[in-house]
């Protein structure tokens, strides 16, 4: 009984032996056959049929490079066509079951798109290193991946708020409507990108720890038909527009900050003593800040030579403003210590005294009435006019009898500059509030 157990046992392995290589056989030599019966006489530069619908699926794209001097933005990632080639089909039955087939796309008939740049540039598409799927009904799924070079037009008015409108075009460059009919799925194009919205071109969020400097905030992929004038055959192009925006809050930072520190600085010039040549020396300095931080925004202006930036504008602005303010402090400065040759007329002390009393200046003008001798000042050699012989006590007493007058007069003048410069500092940062809050 146990031989006669084993020896069954035995032929079952056998068996099992035998067929089980039989199968993998079986399996590899009935896909071989199909690939020659399928592209026995197979032409790949015929197109499989009159009209051909070519149905594009999906563009994901996956990055975004933006290139703001050559007004450019490139996208990458994969487009998944689908059409039928009725050359490519066969029975299930006949082949073991073959349900699919992996092919070169090199040997295979593919749609011809040419995207093309407004610069006339046809970039060429990388090649893909993915198999086509070809299915028995003869349908086809290539997924190619793309490096799409959309041109931009680019506007730095609102730098750093700045936003770039890029679109490309693409379609086949042999064959017309009636001839390969490109159709698009819903909601082909989608962005792996943390920066589009759920709804806008299919987009979906995703986690990630840091923030792109740009944020595609409108991304759209349509059909158009047009028929080209010398030809009575529509043409199909598929259009890419996507509109992306500056977010970069360190750049928005870094020229906000400069530009109300630098107002701030120059209200200060006002605030020193109308006789104290360091208004001058520091007017000087907000000056040369101003210049140098001017220098540093004029070179946004060359990727855009035609739209100036607000930033720009609103900088050179402040530098205006800040040399005006230096020839007033010369002015006030000039005013309060001398020399005069004629006293202040009478009206103008009026004028003066009524004035201190709107700005807040009642107490100089009453110091300046009653203790005249207070703002006396001594008189260095190097202050003294060239050629007065005069001994300096002489030439202090002859100032300081009208010296008051005059010192009132160039602080009332300080005090309106600082009015005048608040002013204009409100309508400037009116006039470019788009870029500063």
Wanted: charged share 15%; hydrophobic share 45%.
């Amino acid at each position: 009984m146990m031989t006669m157990m084993a020896g069954q046992l035995a032929v079952l392995c056998t068996c099992l032996l035998l067929v089980l290589p039989v199968s993998g056989e079986d399996f590899w030599r009935s896909e071989t056959s199909l690939r020659k019966e399928v592209f026995q006489g197979y032409d790949k530069t015929i197109r499989p049929s009159l009209n051909v619908f070519v149905l594009v699926r999906s563009l994901n794209v996956d990055g975004m490079d933006v290139k703001e001097d050559a007004h450019a933005v490139l996208l990458h990632g994969a487009l998944q066509l689908m059409w039928e080639d009725p050359r490519l089909r066969w029975r299930l039955e006949e082949h073991n079951d073959v349900d699919r087939l992996g092919v070169d796309p090199q040997e295979l008939w593919r749609p011809d798109f040419a995207m093309a740049s407004s610069g006339g540039h046809i970039p060429t598409p990388p090649r893909s290193h993915v198999p086509a799927l070809v299915y028995p009904d003869g349908k086809v799924i290539f997924v190619p991946p793309v490096d799409l070079p959309l041109t931009c037009l680019l506007d730095l008015t609102y730098w750093p708020y700045d936003m770039l409108n890029c679109s490309l075009r693409a379609g086949s460059w042999v064959h017309h409507g009636h001839m390969l009919n490109v159709t698009l799925a819903d909601n082909a194009l989608k962005f792996a990108h943390p920066s589009v919205s759920e709804g806008e071109a299919g987009g979906t969020s995703s986690s990630t720890n840091t923030r792109p400097e740009w944020e595609v905030i409108f991304a759209n992929l349509t059909r158009h038909t047009q028929v080209v004038p010398c030809c009575s055959e529509p043409q199909v192009t598929l259009l890419v527009s996507v509109i992306v925006r500056r977010s970069a809050p360190a750049i928005t930072w870094v020229m906000k900050t400069p530009v109300l520190c630098l107002c701030v600085m120059t209200c200060l010039v006002f605030l020193l003593p109308a006789n104290g040549s360091e208004k001058v020396v520091f007017g000087g300095v907000c000056v040369l800040l101003n210049i140098l931080f001017l220098g540093f925004a004029i070179t946004i202006v060359y990727k855009d030579p035609i739209h100036t930036p607000l930033i720009v504008q609103l900088v050179t602005h402040q530098v205006v403003l800040t040399v005006v303010s230096v020839v007033v402090a010369v002015v006030v400065m000039r005013l309060a210590r001398g020399p005069h040759s004629f006293p202040v007329p009478h009206v103008v002390t009026k004028l003066a005294n009524t004035l201190a009393t709107v700005l807040c200046l009642s107490s100089c003008s009453r110091r300046t009435a009653n203790h005249e001798q207070e703002y006396a000042v001594i008189i260095k050699a190097e202050q003294i006019e060239l050629g007065d012989r005069s001994g300096g006590e002489a030439r202090q007493r002859d100032w300081t009898e009208d010296l008051g007058e005059w010192i009132l007069l160039a602080t009332v003048v300080d005090r309106l500059a600082l009015v005048l410069y608040l002013a204009a500092c409100a309508v400037t940062f009116i006039r470019f509030s788009p870029v500063l809050w």
